[in-house]
């Protein structure tokens, strides 16, 4: 009897088995044809003769050295790298003082962050755009980082908030009983018991830095200050004149790899992750 309603559920289920099914598919050809092209020549591209003639991975050394790919991949990892360290240092507190503690007018505060996620961020960049050009601070590495912080410091304090909040009150109580301090209790009790959260969130900063387009095209567009979303533009454009099609899919897959590699291993820690905050003592 068991097994039979067992089975009359996996029936039920079975479109959305056969729809992930056909995404699964789907995604795998498409993300394998680019690889494989990357791999070919241009002419083994046009002609659906896709590494026929074997690997050619002068494409890869043509698009890191050639297009400086590789000077680019080091940009995006010193903003996304420094950007998770920044909204973890300054966000974490934050989070902690908004999910433990009870004060005047911490509604409000909630509110005004909820308010500032609901903002796009591209309607604050002109803005911020014309006051870094007033005090004179574009062009600079510094200007992009504190950019990326600045504007990720909201969901950093939001997202944590919830992980705080749902630790048990005892220890902070046991803690205070052994003379701790606010801060010491922070940092030597709380903060240790929401690492699933605090890594949960340097993967997402991690790859929504890695990923992000628009600021990087207003406040570092010139080479020494390019990450890897502009840099790769630029090699699209050169490469619509060059025809090097098969340098520009190994321009693509060296782009996407990071970010594939992370959501393959850490899978399972975004998920519980994401669920953690979400229970309550």
């Given amino acids: 009897m068991k097994s039979k309603t067992h089975f009359k559920k996996q029936l039920r289920l079975s479109p959305g088995y056969l729809l992930l099914a056909l995404w699964l598919i789907f995604t795998i050809y498409t993300v394998g044809w680019i690889v494989c092209a990357s791999f070919s020549t241009t002419k083994e591209i046009f002609t659906n003769g896709i590494l026929r003639t074997g690997f050619h991975w002068d494409n890869y050394t043509r698009v890191l050295e050639k297009h400086k790919m590789s000077y680019y991949l080091i940009n995006s990892l010193i903003y996304s790298v420094c950007t998770c360290a920044g909204v973890v240092l300054l966000g974490a507190p934050a989070a902690y003082v908004l999910g433990r503690f009870h004060f005047r007018f911490k509604?409000?505060?909630i509110n005004a962050i909820v308010i500032t996620l609901s903002i796009p961020y591209m309607m604050v960049v002109l803005p911020l755009f014309k006051v870094a050009a007033?005090?004179?601070i574009l062009?600079?590495?510094i200007t992009l980082i504190t950019l990326y912080i600045g504007l990720n410091i909201p969901f950093t304090v939001f997202f944590l908030s919830g992980y705080f909040s749902s630790l048990p009150s005892a220890l902070e109580e046991a803690a205070e009983i052994d003379g701790a301090g606010p801060v010491r209790t922070y940092w030597n009790i709380m903060f240790p018991l929401v690492q699933p959260g605090i890594m949960t969130l340097i993967i997402f900063q991690f790859i929504s830095t890695w990923n992000e387009y628009f600021i990087a095209l207003i406040f570092g567009n010139s080479t020494q200050l390019r990450p890897i979303s502009t840099g790769?533009?630029?090699i699209i454009q050169s490469?619509?004149?060059s025809g090097d099609w098969a340098g520009?899919?190994?321009?693509v897959v060296v782009v996407f790899v990071p970010t594939v590699i992370l959501y393959v291993f850490l899978s399972n820690r975004i998920i519980i992750g994401v669920t953690g905050g979400a229970?309550?003592?």
């Fill in 139 to 141: 062009g600079s590495r």
């Fill in 279 to 281: 229970i309550k003592e």
């Fill in 248 to 251: 520009l899919f190994a321009g």
């Fill in 134 to 136: 007033s005090i004179d």
């Fill in 239 to 241: 490469m619509k004149y």
């Fill in 232 to 234: 790769l533009q630029t």
């Fill in 107 to 109: 509604n409000a505060v």
